[in-house]
């Protein structure tokens, strides 16, 4: 049996979990970013043979990865933009972390990381790894609550130190920023990025996939990128 056909069975065989929001106007977004806008641009209705709209909308809007040159600048030698940014950083195994009895004034520490490694798994070179705040129970249109975009846990800097050191590629969380709010200077932010780990955000449905998943992720090849929207899958 050929590697295609050994991996297609493999993949049938798995349940597939979409950890990504739907983009639609009126979700939550950084305070200080600009909106999604979904736009008509044409359709059957003024004689088009097709529909067509028009997507605006910042790089960092709803589920998405950032880029390195998001906080990290040219020169440094961590810098990519998302164009650049190497595609094996797409797919891996994953390991999803439970805080969802954090509030919104938490920060995950270097020392619950290694506690949580002695009571399952070290964390390994290449690996993605996911912390679940079940912050996603917020994930509605913020003309009714701004609570997902203005307070979150997040992880310390400390922590986000640990895993560079445990060598992984990427690491997410289903809260707006991988920094909590009350994190000051966005430490995670630097020490991530600036040792080449890229960040996903808004993502949802992590309880589906505590401990181990494979996932794949398919952000937009966005030409100097800071950022690019994404969908992600896991299979479990």
């Known amino acids: 049996m050929s590697k295609v056909k050994q991996l297609s069975t493999l993949l049938s065989s798995m349940q597939v979990i ?26 059957f209705e003024t004689g088009s043979i097709a529909l ?27 810098h990519q ?20 009895h954090y509030t919104e004034n938490d920060l995950v520490s270097a020392a619950e990381i290694e506690q949580w490694e002695q009571d399952n798994e070290r964390i390994q070179t290449g690996d993605i790894v996911f912390f679940r ?6 994930w509605i249109p913020r003309t009714v609550s701004l609570q997902f975009s203005k307070a979150w846990p997040g ?37 991530l990025l600036g ?15 505590i401990g181990e998943s494979y996932v794949v992720i398919a952000p937009l090849k966005v030409k100097q990128g800071s950022g690019a929207p994404m969908r992600a899958l896991a299979f479990k």
Request: aromatic fraction near 10%.
């Open 81 to 100: 933009y998302m164009d650049e940014t190497p595609i094996t950083q797409f797919y891996g195994r994953a390991l999803t972390l439970d805080f969802s």
């Open 18 to 43: 979409d950890l990504s929001h739907t983009y639609e106007e009126d979700m939550p977004v950084v305070l200080s970013h600009s909106r999604y806008f979904h736009t008509l641009w044409d359709s």
């Open 155 to 191: 992880i310390s800097g400390e922590a986000a130190q640990l895993l560079v050191d445990r060598g992984i590629k990427v690491v997410g969380c289903d809260a707006i920023a991988i920094d909590g709010k009350v994190s000051q200077n966005a430490p995670a932010h630097y020490t």
């Open 133 to 138: 705040f079940g912050w996603d129970k917020y």
């Open 52 to 78: 067509a709209y028009q997507l605006i909308m910042n790089e960092h809007c709803g589920t998405h990865m950032d880029a390195t040159a998001h906080f990290i600048q040219e020169g440094h030698p961590a």
């Open 195 to 209: 040792n080449g780990v890229n960040i996903v955000e808004n993502l949802t449905k992590l309880e589906q996939i």
